[in-house]
């Protein structure tokens, strides 16, 4: 197995423009003040909770304010916020299709002001770009009106034409040319968006196995970054791009075997850097190939004491033994070699343990997350800010499958920690459910003993009584019952002069007095008579009256006995937390099985990366063992030979 040069990387750099700012603006209708304070408490709820990097909680907001009449006196904002937290969320389509209905197609179909609906369209392409749907991404960006942002915002204006540069790139389509040189215009040659699409053309270059003009383009942009970069106050970002130039130029030269032109770019490469170990390996290949061994051998040294990070940089040990043999120092070169295998026997067990040992638990330890009070940082597109604890998790920790997973499980954790929460109140419902009815029994016996002091009862019993007493009376004609307080009392008053006559001797004066109270007699009799449909109609009104109050009672008491009997609010109360338990039980187990996948998601690309280093790594221990043979066969039969030369 011969020294193997880093790959040229065809990998096109990601560079994220930070978070959402549109959202943290306040857009406003074209012919309308800038309110200064939310018009409506949810709306300013969902904000807060969206300041506060809850995007769930903010979206959950939304939704329930939507469900409820919707929020008021901020137009179509609430709208582009949620779409805006929808893409945070990394609900693109979702987000997409909002802001389609929205804006409307062309981005005119909302009084937004029109720099708002620039930057709704252009960040929600940028989010499809980065998720590789060129498509989408690109349909998005032609909304964009590229004067309107140029004036609004350059800066945006400049990463807007480097996208749509990339995706022409990716499209690869000859009739695009003319549209690419266009954009490339309208970006200075010094313009860092201008310096990554000349990376990344010669990167379609190469693709199209035009390594002529891949070499082209690479020599052009590092003569155009040694004169930008200033050497005062460097630009980090400049200085990463120079070197991935660099490195990627001599990569070509190796390919081609011309080592000295690869020497002579990696030589110009600082010994600190990001891409100083690769530089120092692709140095090492170069010098070999040249025939200098000695300078091979002092750079691969140089790499060996430091850290071997990245699982690439486990051929190093191999490699410094093989330059050995090269040099023709077997002696050197053997333990060397056993150094080797040594080292990747140690790694394969290492690597063996891990994989046994290989659960959530254990992969979260090997991982340092950002945080704040409020739980993980994360960055403007939803990935956690994370660094790794042990070297070999790096290579993992910077794929975006990866990220997106880990992200994942982190957002279905915060779900499942909310169900959590919201399933413990159900335990204060129910406390407070016990101590209503309490309450409710209490004010029952309170009240059972009210009506035992009213005596309803006896009441309806007199009530009827009376009822039957009048109905009689009405069948009998009885007017003497229907009398008047006024007529009974001289009915009464009557009857003692009768007497009283009774009593009395007959006599001239007792018989004009008897005739008299005759006259008298017949006279009320008479009266009664004449009163008795008005004195009818009378206690018949009063008896009317008295039922009306009577059915108002008996109903009265009916209601409170059916409130005591069953209560429907409570019912009805028990029965929606009841509901509500178990829909988020459901959810529960839904996202309990989600979070089952995802964790298995995540451990299965760990366990798979974790078996590509074994497998390479059994690759150089195998090789390193043969050397070992090799050599050692080598010099045995050396000294047998120098052993019959000496007889």
Do not use: C
């Not at 959590?420 to 459910?433: D, K, T, V, W």
Request: hydrophobic share 40%; glycine share 6%; net charge negative.
């Amino acid at each position: 197995m011969g020294l193997k040069a880093s790959q040229f990387s065809g990998r096109r750099p990601f560079i994220y423009a930070g978070a959402l700012l549109w959202l943290m603006m306040t857009p406003v209708h074209a012919d309308e003040a800038q309110p200064e304070r939310a018009k409506d408490l949810r709306y300013g709820w969902a904000l807060y909770e969206y300041h506060q990097g809850n995007a769930f909680e903010a979206l959950t907001q939304l939704a329930v304010a939507r469900e409820r009449g919707g929020i008021e006196g901020h137009g179509d904002h609430p709208a582009l916020v949620e779409g805006g937290l929808m893409l945070s969320w990394g609900m693109t389509r979702e987000a997409s299709r909002l802001f389609t209905q929205l804006l409307g197609a062309d981005g005119a179909g909302s009084n937004l002001s029109p720099d708002v609906r620039n930057q709704a369209w252009f960040y929600l392409g940028k989010v499809f770009y980065l998720e590789g749907n060129q498509a989408l991404a690109r349909e998005n960006l032609d909304r964009v009106d590229g004067e309107i942002l140029a004036e609004a915002d350059h800066d945006l204006f400049r990463e807007w034409i480097y996208l749509r540069s990339r995706l022409v790139m990716m499209s690869a389509r000859p009739d695009d040319e003319p549209e690419l040189a266009s954009l490339r215009e309208q970006l200075d040659e010094t313009d860092i968006w201008s310096l990554y699409l000349r990376y990344n053309s010669a990167v379609s270059a190469l693709d199209a196995a035009d390594v002529a003009a891949a070499e082209e383009e690479l020599k052009k942009l590092i003569a155009i970054l040694d004169q930008s970069i200033d050497s005062v106050e460097p630009d980090a970002e400049r200085e990463g791009l120079l070197g991935r130039a660099r490195l990627s130029l001599a990569g070509l030269y190796l390919r081609d075997n011309q080592f000295e032109a690869a020497l002579e770019v990696l030589g110009a490469m600082p010994l600190t850097g990001v891409f100083a170990d690769q530089a120092l390996f692709d140095y090492a290949v170069a010098a070999a190939g040249q025939g200098r061994p000695e300078r091979a051998l002092d750079a691969l040294d140089t790499l060996a004491n430091r850290e071997l990070f990245l699982p690439w940089r486990q051929q190093v040990p191999f490699a410094r033994a093989y330059v050995l043999e090269q040099m023709n120092a077997p002696q050197r070169a053997l333990p060397a070699f056993k150094k080797a295998a040594d080292h990747y026997e140690a790694r394969i067990r290492e690597l063996d343990n891990i994989r046994d040992r290989l659960n959530e638990e254990n992969l979260m330890a090997q991982l340092e997350f950002s945080r704040d009070s409020d739980g993980i940082l994360t960055d403007s597109y939803g990935r956690l800010r994370v660094q790794p604890l042990d070297s070999g998790m790096a290579e993992v920790l910077a794929s975006e499958t990866f990220q997106q997973a880990l992200a994942e499980l982190n957002e279905l954790y915060r779900i499942q920690s909310f169900i959590a929460e919201r399933q413990s109140r159900f335990e204060s419902f129910r406390i407070m459910l016990e101590t209503r009815e309490q309450q409710r029994q209490i004010r029952i016996a309170e009240t059972r003993r009210a009506l035992e002091t009213q005596q309803a009862d006896q009441w309806q019993q007199l009530h009827e009584d009376f009822t039957d007493r009048i109905s009689s009376a009405l069948a009998d004609e009885d007017a003497g019952f229907f009398m008047t307080s006024q007529q009974k009392a001289l009915r009464d008053k009557l009857a003692e002069v009768e007497k009283t006559l009774a009593d009395l001797p007959d006599d001239a004066t007792t018989a004009r007095q008897r005739a008299t109270y005759r006259r008298m007699r017949a006279y009320f009799d008479w009266w009664i008579a004449d009163d008795y449909g008005i004195n009818r109609w009378a206690a018949q009104k009063q008896l009317m009256q008295l039922d009306r109050e009577m059915q108002s009672f008996q109903a009265q008491r009916q209601r409170v006995e059916s409130l005591m009997a069953d209560d429907a609010r409570h019912a009805e109360l028990a029965r929606r937390i009841a509901a509500s338990e178990r829909e988020l039980a459901t959810l529960g187990t839904e996202v309990s099985e989600a979070l089952g996948s995802a964790r298995q998601t995540l451990l299965a690309q760990v366990d798979r990366m974790l078996a590509a280093q074994q497998q390479e790594l059994n690759g150089y221990l195998l090789a390193s063992r043969h050397a070992q043979a090799r050599l050692a066969d080598q010099l045995f039969r050396a000294s047998q030979n120098a052993g019959a030369g000496d007889e």
